[in-house]
């Protein structure tokens, strides 16, 4: 397990395979920009220039995925109208090249977008009742990675992600009328998304699902004027007595299975 290839070395990926290297890990990372493969290589991280469709373009795709541990980190695009079918075949693709390769464990970045709002706090337990696209697309990848008993595939459903260059007080920064300025917001830090793969490998933590999401939930409106005036930024403003509907993501499950305490467990102190 000493060998590990990260597939989308972007906002996440990248410190995530810097990080992992400084544990020791040999890092294989793999990216379509030039600029951040000439970084990888500059931290002698192993690069490789992969095209992600329904199939995978690249050189060298025998070498990427010749790891114990393969993390799979693309999003799917909020703005592809075929995300729903398009990014599902994204993935199968990975995991059929991971099962010709050496990979016999999956960590999946997945997002708190499979859930629906449905007032009330929501656990892994509860079933996904999406309401975008790229939520329904990520329900089909996870059904189909928790099918597949070939791999050992552990599940991260990430929360609204901030930190490092995407500072979260320019998401809104000068705009009116917000809506649903009341509801509470479900945030998680970079640096604990990082530390937290980290323990799943460090622990062995296999074949699950967490949710990973900070402790607080602060309204929309606290955290987004907050976080703009931090940064420096134009503060937004809100519709006022706008009512709607919500969710809660609890991390019960991740703090208790991985003995995890968060570096950024409030919000507001992003």
Not at 130 to 146: D, H, M, N, T, Y
Not at 241 to 249: A, G, L, N
Request: charged share 25%; aromatic share 8%; net charge positive.
């Amino acid at each position: 397990m000493n060998t590990i290839s990260i597939i989308g070395c972007g906002w996440l990926g990248y410190p995530l395979a810097l990080f992992l290297k400084e544990k020791n890990y040999q890092i294989k990372g793999s990216s379509r920009s030039q600029e951040k493969l000439d970084l990888l290589q500059s931290h002698q991280i192993q690069a490789f220039n992969i095209q992600v469709d329904h199939s995978l373009k690249g050189d060298h795709l025998d070498d990427f995925f010749s790891s114990e541990i393969l993390i799979i980190n693309i999003p799917p695009g909020r703005r592809n109208p075929n995300v729903e079918t398009a990014h599902p075949l994204q993935i199968k693709a990975i995991v059929e090249a991971a099962k010709k390769g050496d990979v016999k464990k999956i960590i999946f970045i997945s997002s708190t977008g499979v859930y629906g709002n449905e007032n009330r706090v929501l656990t892994e337990d509860d079933t996904p009742h999406p309401i975008r696209p790229s939520g329904k697309a990520l329900v089909q990848i996870e059904a189909f990675l928790q099918k597949d008993d070939s791999l050992d595939t552990t599940i991260l459903r990430m929360a609204g992600l901030v930190g490092g260059e995407r500072k979260a007080g320019r998401f809104f920064a000068g705009k009116k009328n917000v809506p649903n300025g009341a509801n509470p917001i479900n945030m998680v830090h970079r640096k604990d998304c990082i530390q937290v793969i980290y323990e799943i490998i460090r622990q062995n933590c296999w074949n699950t699902i967490f949710n990973v999401c900070a402790d607080e939930h602060p309204s929309k409106k606290e955290f987004y004027t907050a976080q703009a005036l931090k940064d420096g930024f134009e503060p937004p403003t809100f519709m006022k007595d706008q009512s709607s509907d919500y969710k809660i993501i609890s991390n019960a499950k991740l703090k208790k299975h991985l003995n995890y305490t968060l570096f950024y467990p409030d919000p507001m102190k992003f």
